[in-house]
């Protein structure tokens, strides 16, 4: 019966792995400058090279599941194409027998643990140190994820290392040999590596405890065996992720089918080669053999493989827009009603932005039965991926501009066109909006964690102008006929507070123990909360003229058309 704790430190391991792995991709992003980019391109510039250099990197770390999660990780980061990454795999498949042969010839073992952990002691030591130079803490940071990588691989194999004295060979050394095949595939699975297990079966090969054509067997169902440890890798990850997971478990199974089929046939021309009269040896040669049979034979489909894979595993569009995405731009009257909304949708998601950004619950303040006090009084710290909002925000803003200009194209009537072209402008107040909250969200966080008064005051300034400039913003977009003065005087008492507010910055001068930096901190966010609420002060304007333009039109029309009747 096995220890609960084996099963604890096995699930443990797992989550280790799959944590370096999202912690080395999120690393290779941050530090993805010009010359890394480079390097990774001209590396994997073509299918040969991608090959050579899956070949040499496993050969290198000793793990093919090493090598395939960096692939893993480098397309989620979108560093290569899939086509390369299923190159990279393709080598890794070679390189893997490596090992094989560093135990045959010479016995050598690595020590993956006492690699693992020089990497995360070196990597966390160095991120410490390093901690005011981004480029040195993402390098150390990708250490570190590497470490965590082998360390979860190794977790994985010690946890259930008790798997391998169970399983106890002689027990069944009179079945077909292809049954081996399965228990190379079940033990590999568990391990986590294809590596150890071949070394398991060599010290049994070497001890003439199983036959040559059982551990062949065996190799080849550790060699699909492998498959496990990217399948896990590509849980949760982008569609190019499971594709690429996809390629490697093809690549493996069929290699595997092929080379049982010709089990026999192959393990005579190993016998006809002989590079040595030991079987481990051989093993080795059998190892490679059939490894690179398997490249051979996938190589001038590394082409088309994408494609079919593609049909596999499509990516879903995630909608940003509301209204346009099933608007045809050929009922014009139709489009130029949803184009408008879609304005108004993006609209509201900037001002949820905005009010987020300060700490403030945008449903509490739809509410509308709570004070502007009380909404303040919360400054909840909301863990939000402010990044993401962001980046709908910009897409949307897109999504607009791409619908206005095909409808802008397509449409010649006068007043259409007019409404269109005032939807583009508005989303360019809008986007100029949405960019300066963003520009605030670092300094916003700062202000948060401050320790001062004169900080918190200052804070609780920028917050209440914010706040102030959304209600009143929403106010004026229902069509209060004092709107436009609303927005006037919030923009107006915001101007004074940016030019009355030296006072603000010489209290804070005074206060030797507030950094420095705070002072260009609160002059750069005065000037960004004043270009926010000026952004949604021209957005109300130019929908109020608009409105003005329409009644003045009318009352022209009136008499006209009293004359004509």
């Known amino acids: 019966m096995l220890d609960y704790m084996v099963w604890i430190e096995a699930f443990a391991s797992l989550g280790l792995l799959l944590f370096g792995m999202l912690y080395l991709e999120s690393r290779i992003k941050e530090s993805a400058g010009r010359s890394f980019k480079v390097w990774i391109k001209r590396a994997t510039g073509t299918h040969l090279r991608s090959l050579l250099l899956g070949v040499g990197a496993t050969s290198l770390f000793q793990s093919s599941s090493v090598v395939s999660l960096m692939s893993l990780s480098l397309i989620g980061a979108g560093m290569i194409s899939l086509e390369n990454a299923i190159a990279v795999i393709f080598g890794s498949n070679i390189g893997t027998t490596a090992t094989s042969w560093i135990i045959a010839l010479v016995g050598f073992k690595v020590d993956v643990k006492l690699l693992a952990y020089s990497m995360i002691a070196i990597g966390g030591i160095g991120g410490v140190i390093s901690e005011e130079s981004r480029r040195w803490k993402n390098i150390f940071g990708i250490i570190v994820g590497f470490g965590l990588i082998f360390l979860g691989l190794e977790g994985m194999k010690e946890s259930v290392s008790v798997f391998s004295s169970v399983f106890d060979v002689t027990q069944y050394a009179h079945l077909n040999p292809y049954l081996f095949s399965i228990a190379g595939l079940i033990l590999t699975a568990i391990i986590q590596s294809s590596s150890a297990a071949i070394a398991i079966i060599q010290s049994m090969l070497f001890a003439h405890i199983v036959s040559f054509e059982m551990a062949a067997a065996f190799v080849i169902g550790s060699n699909i065996g492998t498959t496990v440890t990217v399948i896990l890798g590509a849980i949760g990850g982008t569609p190019d992720k499971k594709r690429t997971a996809a390629a490697h478990l093809f690549f493996n199974v069929s290699t595997g089918i092929v080379a049982l089929s010709l089990l026999y046939p192959m393990v005579e021309l190993v016998n006809v080669i002989r590079l040595s009269n030991d079987p481990v040896v051989n093993i080795a040669l059998f190892h490679s053999l059939f490894n690179v049979v398997g490249v051979l034979l996938w190589y001038p489909f590394i082409g088309m493989l994408p494609h079919l894979l593609t049909k596999m595993f499509k990516q879903k569009k995630r909608e940003v827009t509301k209204f346009i995405h099933d608007v045809s731009v050929d ?84 007043a259409n066109q007019e409404r269109i072209q005032r939807a583009i402008k508005s989303v360019t107040y809008l986007a100029t909006a949405a960019k300066s909250i963003k520009d605030m969200l670092y300094d916003l966080e700062f202000l948060h964690e401050s320790a001062s008064e004169e900080e918190q005051q200052f804070y609780k300034n920028l917050r209440y102008q914010i706040l102030k400039s959304v209600m009143a ?41 507030i950094p420095r930096e705070v002072n260009t901190i609160a002059i750069n966010d005065m000037h960004l909360s004043k270009s926010f609420t000026k952004s949604l002060r021209n957005f109300i304007n130019m929908q109020e003229n608009n409105h003005q333009n329409e009644i003045n039109s009318t009352h022209h029309e009136e008499p006209f058309q009293k004359d004509r009747t």
């Open 331 to 414: 009922m014009t009257e139709v489009a130029v009603v949803a184009l408008e909304n879609e304005v108004d949708h993006l609209s509201r998601k900037i001002e949820d932005f905005a009010l987020l950004a300060i700490g403030v619950s945008p449903v509490k303040v739809w509410e509308g039965n709570i004070t502007t006090e009380k909404l303040l009084e919360d400054n909840e710290h909301l863990d939000i991926e402010y990044d993401r909002l962001y980046a709908d925000i910009r897409l949307l803003e897109g999504e607009i501009f791409d619908f206005a200009m095909v409808l802008s194209a397509k449409n010649t009537d006068k």
């Open 473 to 513: 913003f929403e106010t004026a977009k229902k069509g209060d006929k004092n709107a436009m003065e609303e927005m006037e005087t919030r923009y107006r008492k915001i101007t004074e507070s940016y030019n009355n507010s030296v006072e603000i910055f010489s209290n804070i001068i005074k206060n030797r123990s």
